[in-house]
């Protein structure tokens, strides 16, 4: 009797577990349709033709997994087939074997629907991949309203200033722009407007926001070349951030170097916001065990004296800076990491040396922002760009200096 108990169970395992795993391969063969990622799961409701192949073969494999998990199904439901005999021959690996297999596929589908559910996983460890870029283009379609038709978060672009009215122009990257912060008025540029314009040294002025995400030190001499002849500023603010000491290629590269599964990864970050937390895990282990080049060591050797990526980099600030005019001042953002240990004082140190040997003022922000835990002064946990109350303590800081300077034209 306890034989055919035991028996009875180790059947019911195996069925169990094969029908959990049938179940589970269909619903991953339906959410890697590239249809219902397009319409259902994707941020954007947009696939780049090389992911819609390769969501097709995955889904494709999943529905055959499925269509074997479900004959295997059938087959443990009929007796007659020989599921009792081949129990008996390996009343131990079977059962658990199906329970394994059927358990994980569960748990991983579990997994997912809870992180959705809770709103987890959204973001990503890289700029570089198919989750943050879903992320930006999300954003920007929220703010499309605050863009002008150059892809400018700034509406004043065209119009004649006030009279006497003195105009800065903010130009960087993704932290000048304000990426990530919803409000136009919670960006750098718009609270460094209100902090010059408001209080016993209130200068009224216009700060226009010039920011390009992702621009390096060649795209924004590009925006200089752009917008200096049609704004006509009183002083010109360089906003630097940490990488900017890389080209937008350098950029993709390194980052498209970090991926678990090289292919498979950015497919998988479309559909699984499991798999974004996973590999960003993964990424975090290889870095702590030396196998994967951390971010900040990157940039300290694209900064590295004498090395012919300083020599290039170090010439187009310099274009840069000299392009802006001699109302300039240069102002660094910290990369917003643990600011009491910073990483990378060398390179703040060297950015600065070349804007004062070009007769250019240089603020470092590290100062306004320390003090401050990094997670109160991020957009989210896993994106590094300020959220508005790291902005206004940039802007407040800037207004300090550039009032104390007297660089502001009409200050008192």
Same mark, same amino acid.
């Given at each position: 009797?306890?034989?055919?108990?035991?028996?009875?169970?180790?059947?019911?395992?195996?069925?169990v577990?094969?029908?959990?795993?049938?179940?589970?391969?269909?619903?991953?063969?339906?959410?890697?349709?590239?249809?219902?990622?397009?319409?259902?799961?994707?941020?954007?409701?947009?696939?780049?033709?090389?992911?819609?192949?390769?969501?097709?073969?995955?889904?494709?494999?999943?529905?055959?997994?499925a269509?074997?998990?479900?004959?295997v199904?059938?087959?443990a439901?009929?007796?007659?087939?020989?599921?009792?005999?081949?129990?008996?021959?390996?009343?131990?690996?079977?059962?658990?074997?199906?329970?394994?297999?059927?358990?994980?596929?569960?748990?991983?589908?579990?997994?997912?629907?809870?992180l959705?559910?809770?709103?987890?996983?959204?973001?990503?460890?890289?700029?570089?991949?198919?989750?943050?870029?879903?992320?930006?283009?999300?954003?920007?379609?929220r703010?499309?309203?605050?863009?002008?038709?150059?892809?400018?978060?700034?509406?004043?672009?065209g119009?004649?200033?006030?009279?006497?009215?003195?105009?800065?122009?903010?130009?960087?990257?993704?932290?000048?722009?304000?990426?990530?912060?919803?409000?136009?008025?919670?960006?750098?540029?718009?609270l460094?407007?209100?902090?010059?314009?408001?209080?016993?040294?209130?200068?009224?002025?216009?700060?226009?926001?010039?920011?390009?995400?992702g621009?390096?030190?060649?795209?924004?001499?590009?925006?200089?070349?752009e917008?200096?002849?049609?704004?006509?500023? @009183?002083?010109?603010?360089?906003?630097?951030?940490?990488?900017?000491?890389?080209?937008?290629?350098?950029?993709?590269?390194?980052?498209g170097?970090?991926?678990?599964?090289?292919?498979?990864? @950015?497919?998988?970050?479309?559909?699984?916001?499991?798999?974004?937390?996973?590999?960003?895990?993964?990424?975090?282990?290889?870095e702590?065990?030396?196998?994967?080049?951390?971010?900040?060591?990157?940039?300290?050797?694209?900064?590295?004296?004498?090395?012919?990526?300083?020599?290039?980099?170090e010439?187009?600030?310099?274009?840069?800076l000299?392009?802006?005019?001699?109302?300039?001042?240069?102002?660094?953002?910290?990369?917003?990491?643990?600011?009491?240990?910073y990483?990378?004082?060398?390179?703040?140190?060297?950015?600065?040396g070349?804007?004062?040997?070009?007769?250019?003022?240089?603020?470092?922000?590290?100062?306004?922002?320390?003090?401050?835990?990094?997670?109160?002064?991020?957009?989210?946990?896993? @994106?590094?760009?300020?959220?508005?109350?790291?902005?206004?303590?940039?802007?407040?800081?800037?207004?300090?200096?550039?009032?104390?300077?007297?660089?502001?034209?009409?200050?008192?």
């Open positions: 009797m306890r034989e055919h108990r035991s028996g009875s169970s180790q059947i019911a395992a195996v069925r577990g094969a029908l959990v795993l049938c179940v589970t391969a269909a619903v991953a063969a339906w959410a890697l349709d590239p249809d219902v990622v397009r319409d259902r799961l994707s941020d954007d409701g947009r696939l780049e033709p090389f992911t819609e192949l390769w969501l097709r073969r995955y889904a494709f494999a999943a529905a055959v997994l269509a074997l998990a479900g004959l199904t059938v087959w439901f009929r007796p007659a087939w020989g599921l009792r005999a081949l129990v008996g021959r390996f009343p131990r690996v079977l059962p658990r074997l199906a329970l394994a297999t059927g358990g994980a596929a569960a748990g991983l589908v579990a997994g997912e629907l809870a959705r559910a809770a709103g987890g996983g959204e973001g990503s460890f890289s700029t570089n991949t198919v989750a943050y870029r879903d992320y930006s283009r999300t954003f920007r379609e703010i499309a309203d605050q863009l002008d038709g150059r892809g400018y978060r700034e509406l004043r672009f119009r004649p200033a006030a009279s006497g009215v003195p105009r800065v122009l903010a130009v960087g990257d993704s932290f000048v722009f304000g990426f990530g912060v919803e409000s136009a008025g919670g960006t750098y540029p718009a460094l407007e209100e902090a010059l314009s408001t209080g016993p040294r209130a200068v009224p002025c216009e700060v226009l926001n010039a920011g390009r995400p621009a390096d030190s060649h795209r924004e001499f590009a925006v200089l070349r917008l200096v002849p049609e704004v006509r500023p @009183d002083l010109v603010l360089i906003g630097y951030y940490v990488n900017d000491c890389e080209t937008t290629a350098e950029k993709r590269a390194f980052f170097a970090r991926r678990v599964l090289p292919v498979l990864g @950015d497919n998988l970050e479309r559909v699984s916001r499991l798999w974004r937390l996973l590999e960003g895990w993964l990424m975090d282990l290889a702590s065990a030396g196998i994967e080049e951390r971010y900040v060591d990157h940039l300290r050797a694209q900064a590295a004296p004498g090395t012919p990526e300083w020599a290039e980099h010439a187009a600030l310099r274009r840069l000299r392009a802006a005019g001699p109302a300039t001042v240069l102002v660094i953002f910290p990369l917003v990491t643990d600011l009491e240990r990483p990378l004082d060398e390179l703040h140190a060297q950015v600065a070349v804007a004062r040997a070009e007769g250019v003022p240089v603020l470092d922000l590290r100062d306004a922002l320390s003090g401050v835990p990094p997670e109160a002064l991020r957009v989210a946990p896993w @994106d590094p760009h300020l959220n508005e109350r790291g902005h206004a303590l940039a802007a407040e800081a800037t207004a300090a200096f550039l009032l104390e300077r007297g660089l502001v034209p009409g200050a008192p």
